[in-house]
């Protein structure tokens, strides 16, 4: 079904293929076209190449690999379900499926070749229905490797952390996961709120991987709980994967040591902890990344609490009168308290559509009440004669290229407020024995491997090199498990491939499917000469995915229909509901619903099954391959002895699978 035109309006504006040029009114004879080529002596070779969307996924997910298992054209080995099979080809890269297909803000969509004919492919819905769908039917991760009696100190139970201990515990590894919190999750738990990471989600998640055996050791802050030696006498490798949970405050006259201006981090991680219940009246929150939208949200959920004149007269309070404020201190005055919605104001030094945080939460968080002033700066905190904040002055500003904004003079304003939340940034909190790690800003320095700069056996992942998104300290997770498996191995740390992902690995599939090659026996050859009937190679076929990334100019994106992306159907919530609502707003796909998603993936660089190159060889050269010996990549063969080099089959071929390459 084709898009209909009042969807695309917005995305066609961005369009840059197109199948007319402007004036055109006839249909143009791209077959004919085609037909008339030449010929070469060039003949098809299959060659694989990584998708654009794999290579913007900071985990590295094999992406084109696990929606090409959804729509059905890779089939999964007997006795595994298709649901199953696809899980188990994400989670090679990413431990945690259900959780970023709800909250990454997607950069692979962003890369998705299918822009360039519509619209990208819902990536992040199909993840999120993949890690559902696992969670509902209790599918595992991979098992253990074989015990190496190596042992790893974890220091920090986030998504670094986690993953980390997941890819460490396949190779064998033991490991012991500390975190100074009662529960693991890191900012998944501590940081992001509720309804955006339902919890249960996430605890499903996490016991997965503990469920492989990874140890914990909860409520334990190490440098002053445990020291450093201890770890290092303990363990064979210590991995800090600590995060940045202290937040940075403005940088404005009267910040410092002022009640009520608090941290994004310091505010959601008491919220999250249920010990933050509403909040004052007026609420300013500075900022314009993901932290400020949370804190905004959380601050139009909980709204503000009074005590009325009925409560007065019912409860005879004695330290209270008539609309005195409870804020945001005692939950029993809080529950007792009448709650209105808190006004809350979100300001950013960049306009609304250059702001950090991803769109649909800045469109959620204007419809839920949240005024979003944008391109302004702070300028001074004020305050009454008891110290307190009651307002922020903030001016007109303009950003340089560094991100450095000046004042615009003479635009000057107040915003009155009773709390004001600095969400401009996180640093590592590593005083209390860790002083030693700090490269002075607040980071651990980490060479390419992850590697401490000038600590043997120390290594590092996540926000504490430098503040991202969950999906970055996963894929920091999975290369530091693989550095700290060379340092066990005591092997040099090789450099790590341009295109630094999990690909589709064509001898893998061989091999699961029992069509694998023969080994290579030299002295059994009669002829080395010729290799086209030998069964000890792969023929005809060329594995450029750690290298090459294939751009839309490399497919024939004609072949391609326009059609509608299927979009998760979102609760929205008006201002006027926002009170007290904590509940998903996101509501996941059906299992059509994913199936129809994923078949608008074109498969950039691998082959799709589509036949184009069999229907059109003029010479018949190009050939299904017989089932019993077909699987994903090896679909068809070209008959040499027939094929002239026309190159229609590279033509015509959507994915770009195909380069005439043989004969050089
Ligand atoms: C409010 C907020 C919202 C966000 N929203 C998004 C989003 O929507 N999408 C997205 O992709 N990213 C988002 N991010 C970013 C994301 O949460 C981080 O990039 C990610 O959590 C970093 O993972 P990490 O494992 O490095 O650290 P963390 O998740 O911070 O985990 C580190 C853990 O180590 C513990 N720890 C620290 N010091 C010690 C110590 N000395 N001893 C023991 N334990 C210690 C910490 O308490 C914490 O539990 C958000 C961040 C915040 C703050
Ligand atoms: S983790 Fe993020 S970038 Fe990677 S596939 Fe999922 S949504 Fe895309
Ligand atoms: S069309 Fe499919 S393979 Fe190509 S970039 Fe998009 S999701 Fe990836």
Not at 37 to 55: E, I
Not at 299 to 326: C, T, W
Not at 405 to 426: F, K, L, R
Request: overall charge negative.
């Amino acid at each position: 079904m084709a898009t209909p035109a009042e969807k695309i309006t917005q995305k066609s504006k961005g369009l840059t293929f197109r199948r007319y040029k402007e004036g055109d009114h006839k249909p143009q004879g791209w077959k004919e076209s085609i037909f008339q080529a030449s010929w070469s002596h060039k003949c098809p070779t299959y060659v694989h190449r990584t998708p654009p969307c794999q290579g913007s996924c900071p985990s590295g997910e094999d992406i084109r690999g696990w929606l090409g298992i959804v729509r059905g054209m890779e089939k999964p080995p007997a006795g595994t379900t298709w649901q199953e099979y696809a899980f188990q080809r994400l989670t090679n890269a990413n431990p945690l499926p259900a959780i970023m297909g709800r909250v990454c803000p997607a950069p692979c969509q962003k890369g998705c070749n299918r822009n360039t004919v519509d619209d990208f492919v819902g990536i992040n819905a199909v993840e999120q229905f993949i890690g559902d769908t696992a969670l509902k039917n209790g599918y595992k991760l991979a098992p253990p490797g074989p015990d190496t009696g190596k042992k790893v100190a974890i220091i920090g139970g986030g998504p670094a952390g986690l993953s980390a201990a997941y890819q460490l515990r396949r190779k064998g590894h033991a490991c012991v996961i500390f975190d100074d919190h009662e529960k693991l999750g890191g900012m998944m738990l501590y940081g992001i709120p509720g309804y955006r990471v339902p919890r249960d989600t996430l605890q499903g998640e996490i016991q997965r991987i503990l469920d492989l055996g990874v140890e914990t050791r909860l409520n334990t802050r190490v440098g002053r709980d445990v020291s450093v030696e201890q770890l290092e006498k303990e363990f064979d490798a210590v991995l800090w994967a600590l995060g940045c949970k202290k937040g940075r405050g403005l940088p404005v006259p009267g910040w410092e040591n002022t009640p009520n201006c608090i941290s994004g981090v310091d505010f959601l991680s008491e919220f999250n902890q249920q010990r933050k219940h509403a909040v004052p009246k007026r609420v300013i929150v500075v900022g314009g990344g993901d932290t400020s939208i949370d804190v905004a949200s959380v601050a139009r959920r909980l709204g503000y609490s009074f005590i009325s004149e009925d409560q007065v007269k019912n409860f005879g309070h004695d330290n209270v009168s008539e609309g005195s404020e409870i804020g945001y201190v005692a939950h029993d005055a809080a529950v007792l308290g009448v709650r209105e919605g808190a006004q809350v104001t979100l300001t950013s030094l960049f306009p609304i559509d250059q702001m950090t945080a991803a769109e649909h939460e800045i469109q959620d968080a204007m419809r839920e009440g949240v005024d979003i002033q944008a391109g302004v700066m702070p300028v001074e905190i004020l305050k009454n004669n008891q110290g307190l904040a009651t307002g922020l002055k903030m001016c007109k500003c303009t950003v340089d290229k560094k991100g450095i904004p000046s004042p615009i003079a003479g635009t000057e304003y107040v915003i009155e407020a009773d709390m004001i939340v600095s969400a401009i940034g996180q640093f590592g909190d590593l005083g209390e024995g860790l002083d030693a790690l700090n490269n002075g800003r607040g980071f651990i320095d980490s060479d390419p491997f992850y590697q401490v700069k000038g600590r043997k056996g120390h290594f590092v992942a996540g926000d504490i090199i430098r503040p991202h998104l969950l999906t970055t300290a996963i894929g920091h997770g999975a290369v530091v498990a693989n550095t700290i498996d060379r340092y066990f191995q005591q092997s040099e740390q090789v450099k790590r491939p341009k295109v630094d992902v999990h690909h589709f690995n064509l001898l893998a599939k061989l091999h699961e499917a029992e069509l694998a090659p023969e080994e290579f026996v030299a002295e059994a050859l009669e002829d080395l000469r010729g290799t086209h009937a030998a069964k000890f190679a792969v023929h005809n076929y060329e594995d450029r995915a750690a290298f090459e990334i294939i751009s839309p100019q490399g497919l024939f994106l004609g072949h391609f229909n326009q059609v509608a992306r299927n979009l998760r159907q979102e609760i929205h919530i008006s201002a006027d509901e926002v009170l007290g609502h904590f509940s998903e707003r996101m509501i996941g796909l059906t299992d059509e619903g994913a199936i129809t998603e994923a078949k608008r993936c074109m498969s950039c660089g691998l082959c799709f099954e589509c036949d184009n190159c069999v229907v059109f060889c003029p010479q018949e050269a190009v050939k299904r391959t017989p089932k019993k010996e077909a699987t994903t990549g090896r679909y068809v063969y070209t008959e040499y002895s027939r094929c002239i080099g026309c190159h229609i089959c590279a033509d015509v071929c959507p994915t770009g699978y195909i380069s005439m390459g043989l004969g050089e």
